[in-house]
């Protein structure tokens, strides 16, 4: 980040268990100086994402299933609301996915105006994790669903909605097994989304701008190369 940038360090006793233990947070500028006192977050919880509206607290310790996300204000009154599902959050908005009735969606909540929009999501497909473009204005979303005409696999593909109007747009290019998908996100500064994929032969980065017809493609490196892309 940018030295304007300011960010959250949360800390724990020596050997505590964190799902008992509450922790300390503090914000700091981009430089390292503290900003504000300490904070003692709610136990078992630690900060996913600082809001316009608070801090979006996740359980510190996963359990099985989709885990409860607390949006926390900490000098307004007790508790929040709270999210199951989260797949994606900015300072400004939030995604989660509810449960499938009969068809899974994705819900955006803008914090700063309170409007809720439902994206629905094509077929028997669902979430499996999402990214806020740097503008919020879309929501690429990764899409995971069964796929009967290739021996049962699991399959993945990257679709952007608009968070105007909830209107899902297909990445073509994108539809590939389920290990395949190593990562996607959007770099600062523009509304182009960015994929790592890897294949049996080759390792691919893709972009995509909405509206383009096709992925810009380029084999970065062979794949018996450990190292691994960073994207967004």
């Given at each position: 980040?940018?030295?304007?940038?300011?960010?959250?360090?949360?800390?724990?006793?020596?050997?505590?268990?964190?799902?008992?233990?509450?922790?300390?947070?503090?914000?700091?500028?981009?430089?390292?100086?503290?900003?504000?006192?300490?904070?003692?977050?709610?136990?078992?919880?630690?900060?996913?994402?600082?809001?316009?509206?608070?801090?979006?607290?996740?359980?510190?310790?996963?359990?099985?299933?989709?885990?409860?996300?607390?949006?926390?204000?900490?000098?307004?009154?007790?508790?929040?609301?709270?999210?199951?599902?989260?797949?994606?959050?900015?300072?400004?908005?939030?995604?989660?996915?509810?449960?499938?009735?009969?068809?899974?969606?994705?819900?955006?909540?803008?914090?700063?105006?309170?409007?809720?929009?439902?994206?629905?999501?094509?077929?028997a497909s669902s979430a499996a994790n999402a990214a806020f473009s740097p503008s919020g204005s879309l929501l690429a979303v990764q899409v995971?669903?069964?796929?009967?005409?290739?021996?049962?696999?699991?399959?993945?593909?990257?679709?952007?909605?608009?968070?105007?109007?909830?209107?899902?747009?297909?990445?073509p290019g994108t539809y590939v097994s389920s290990d395949a998908m190593d990562g996607f996100g959007w770099p600062a500064g523009g509304d182009?989304?960015?994929?790592?994929?890897?294949?049996?032969?080759?390792?691919?980065?893709?972009?995509?701008?909405?509206?383009?017809?096709?992925?810009?493609?380029?084999?970065?490196?062979?794949?018996?190369?450990?190292?691994?892309?960073?994207?967004?």
């Amino acid at each position: 980040g940018t030295a304007a940038r300011s960010m959250w360090l949360v800390s724990y006793p020596a050997d505590a268990d964190m799902s008992t233990t509450a922790a300390t947070a503090r914000e700091v500028s981009g430089s390292g100086a503290p900003i504000g006192s300490a904070l003692r977050l709610p136990i078992g919880d630690v900060i996913d994402q600082a809001t316009d509206r608070g801090l979006l607290l996740a359980p510190a310790v996963q359990q099985a299933g989709p885990a409860t996300y607390t949006l926390w204000n900490p000098a307004g009154p007790p508790g929040g609301r709270s999210f199951t599902g989260v797949v994606a959050a900015s300072p400004s908005e939030i995604a989660w996915a509810p449960p499938c009735d009969p068809h899974c969606s994705v819900d955006v909540l803008n914090l700063a105006t309170g409007r809720q929009i439902a994206v629905e999501l094509p077929g028997a497909s669902s979430a499996a994790n999402a990214a806020f473009s740097p503008s919020g204005s879309l929501l690429a979303v990764q899409v995971s669903f069964y796929d009967s005409d290739d021996d049962g696999a699991l399959a993945m593909q990257l679709d952007v909605a608009s968070v105007a109007t909830g209107r899902l747009t297909v990445v073509p290019g994108t539809y590939v097994s389920s290990d395949a998908m190593d990562g996607f996100g959007w770099p600062a500064g523009g509304d182009s989304l960015v994929a790592e994929l890897t294949f049996t032969t080759k390792v691919q980065l893709t972009s995509w701008h909405p509206g383009a017809l096709r992925l810009a493609v380029a084999v970065v490196r062979e794949p018996q190369i450990s190292a691994s892309l960073i994207v967004g």
